[in-house]
């Protein structure tokens, strides 16, 4: 294996489009390990090593993995002679995807019985491992849309527009001008075009959505991180959103209703998500909670055309409960990743 420095940015930059969380430093610490001939024993090594210097999850173990296999391992193919160190430690061949084991659980490969040297992909799948000193599980959660998934989903809510100071050039209406006096008097410039969204997001907090709070500042922390979103405003509420919100997630820190949604345009207005299980939780049905529900509603419509609710909970538990009244008020949608990318749609205006 021959200069492994060669793909090693290549592939590392791929990487960060798919959204690792690399930097410079990560960098810099695999050329150092390559440079010292840690991983270069084999491709399985190799593979081992850029999991242990730059997943931080699961999830960006996942994408290593298959990116290894597809930009890296067929490199290595023809990089690496057969019959030699790989043939001598007993590794398998590099042409078969299914050779090339390159599951790592973080410090500690999960080995298959018989076999002390190959990790095994289905054992590191696992979504717990025993601390064998403590005896007791160490759980990882599992929700049901990873960050990287919602973070990519929410760039896509763009609305543009041009604000700002006119610098860019607008040929039409030079020529236009142009036309219109005999003379070209100078450019026509207009302003820039920017992405306008604005999100107004409504989270319920306590009582039913405790279990569900991981989920949330999941959610939350993925639309933050996002950067495509001009604007994004979070508010709470308990049960149902009422006259007043929150600023605070301890329900600390009142704004007035009036004061976020403001008479404008339908059309034009923030595109508003709620995420609330909306009763569906308890599984029973509250009157008082479906009218304040509709009421809510009811305002929000008269300011903004886009708006979407999602329910955390399935919804085979929506049923017989105030969630199926209020998913007939509002367009609901699960908190799966086709849901949420139908709600995106929803109040980015691109479906009805």
């Given at each position: 294996m021959r200069n492994p420095e060669n793909f090693l940015f290549p592939f590392f930059d791929e990487l960060r489009r798919e959204g690792l969380p690399l930097g410079v430093e990560e960098y810099l610490e695999a050329v150092a390990c390559l440079r010292a001939g840690i991983g270069l024993e084999a491709p399985r090594r190799l593979a081992q090593t850029l999991c242990l210097i730059w997943a931080k999850s699961r999830e960006d173990r996942e994408v290593?993995?298959?990116?290894?296999?597809k930009r890296i391992a067929p490199l290595l193919q023809h990089e690496t002679p057969r019959g030699k160190a790989e043939k001598e430690e007993g590794a398998p061949e590099i042409g078969e995807a299914r050779d090339v084991s390159l599951e790592v659980s973080f410090g500690q490969a999960v080995m298959k019985p018989g076999e002390p040297d190959e990790p095994d992909f289905q054992r590191a799948e696992r979504p717990y491992e025993l601390d064998r000193e403590t005896g007791q599980f160490q759980l990882t959660p599992r929700f049901p849309v990873r960050r990287r998934e919602t973070t990519r989903a929410f760039r896509g809510l763009r609305r543009m527009g041009r604000i700002g100071p006119p610098v860019e050039l607008d040929i039409d209406e030079t020529v236009e001008t142009i036309g219109k006096t005999g003379f070209f008097l100078g450019p026509v410039l207009r302003p820039l075009r920017k992405n306008m969204s604005a999100l107004l997001l409504l989270m319920d907090r306590h009582g039913s959505m405790d279990p569900f709070l991981p989920m949330m500042e999941n959610l939350e922390e993925s639309i933050l991180k996002g950067g495509m979103l001009g604007c994004v405003e979070i508010l709470y509420f308990h049960n149902c959103p009422t006259r007043l919100l929150y600023e605070q997630p301890n329900l600390t820190g009142p704004v007035p209703l009036e004061n976020i949604l403001k008479e404008e345009d339908r059309a034009c207005g923030p595109c508003t998500l709620i995420v609330g299980d909306a009763g569906a939780a308890r599984?029973?049905?509250?009157?008082?909670?479906?009218?304040?529900?509709?009421?809510?509603?009811?305002?929000v419509g008269d300011c903004t055309n886009n708006y979407a609710w999602i329910n955390p909970v399935p919804p085979s538990r929506w049923p017989g409960s105030t969630a199926e009244k209020v998913a007939k008020m509002a367009p609901m949608f699960p908190l799966t990743e086709d849901g949420l990318k139908d709600a995106i749609d929803r109040i980015g205006g691109r479906t009805v």
């Open positions: 290593l993995q298959r990116l290894f296999r599984g029973y049905f509250d009157k008082e909670r479906e009218e304040a529900t509709e009421k809510f509603l009811r305002r």
